[in-house]
């Protein structure tokens, strides 16, 4: 039997495990197996996912990944990780003319520094075991802009490029870092989204050849780049899109 998709024996953190994507990719790598620790702000919706765990021995922890000393004391209390999964995000459309400091700030912030402080702390507290892999969601609007997406979109850019960067500095000890770039999927962003760019349903998913995402697909993803199935996979960007890249081309 081909076990190299199994995610057994692995600690998986997952972030922004309370909703969509990263509840989705928790309850799919407990089924592979994984020992979850999972994270997120909502406290009920949190452990609506715990509930949904397979298996035994996972972990919950209520915590804010933008402010330091919560990060920290979370980071503190988990066992060395064999993979990551960040998928705390947050979307802001807004015409380039309107963006402000603090709107940067609190983009910038969510999106990107949240990944790169988790990470360099779990790197210095020796969190992360050898060979471990690393996943961060993208967002396919990093690379076909749409408007009102300026701040969204550049932060997506900014963790692809330092997800390369990771890829590169810790080859030498077996970590991977890859990241995911999904296209819309069904998930309460995308309602937030659609929202910004008024548009239907009907209408934004008529750019999709193979309809809108499910956060399976996400899910499914990033079992594999966290499995052995993708041990000489680093510095990429996996796209998922449905064929959506086909359409505008
Ligand atoms: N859905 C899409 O179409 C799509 C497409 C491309 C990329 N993505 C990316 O995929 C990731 C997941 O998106 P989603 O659609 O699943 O969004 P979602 O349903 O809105 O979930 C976002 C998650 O991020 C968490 N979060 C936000 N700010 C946080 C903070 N300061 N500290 C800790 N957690 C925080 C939320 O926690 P609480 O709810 O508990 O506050 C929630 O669990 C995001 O990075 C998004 O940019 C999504």
């Not at 997120?40 to 021995?57: A, P, V």
């Not at 960040?86 to 969510?110: A, S, Y």
Request: proline fraction near 3%; charged fraction near 20%; aromatic fraction near 8%.
């Amino acid at each position: 039997m081909n076990t190299q998709f199994q995610l057994n024996n692995k600690n998986i953190l997952v972030t922004g495990a309370s909703s969509g994507i990263g509840k989705q990719v928790a309850i799919s790598c407990s089924e592979m197996g994984a020992r979850l620790f999972i994270t997120g702000r909502d406290k009920n919706r949190l452990n609506e996912t715990f509930q949904s765990l397979k298996g035994k021995g996972h972990f919950q922890a209520i915590c804010d990944l933008v402010n330091e000393n919560e990060r920290s004391a979370f980071i503190e209390s988990l066992p060395a990780m064999d993979g990551l999964v960040h998928c705390v995000g947050i979307v802001m459309p807004m015409p380039v003319k309107f963006v402000e400091d603090k709107h940067i700030q609190h983009v910038m912030e969510t999106n990107f520094n949240s990944a790169v402080l988790l990470v360099s702390k779990l790197l210095r507290t020796k969190k992360l075991n050898k060979n471990s892999s690393l996943v961060f969601i993208s967002s396919i609007a990093a690379h076909f802009p749409y408007i009102g997406g300026a701040l969204y979109n550049s932060s997506k850019a900014a963790i692809e490029a330092y997800s390369r960067n990771i890829a590169q500095e810790m080859a030498g000890t077996g970590l991977r870092s890859n990241c995911i770039v999904p296209a819309m999927v069904d998930t309460p962003m995308y309602a937030e989204t659609l929202k910004g760019i008024k548009l239907t349903h009907e209408e934004y998913s008529a750019k999709y050849p193979l309809g809108i995402g499910k956060p399976e697909d996400i899910a499914n993803a990033a079992i594999f780049l966290l499995s052995e199935a993708s041990r000489w996979i680093t510095g990429t960007n996996l796209s998922i899109d449905g064929g959506y890249a086909l359409t505008v081309i």
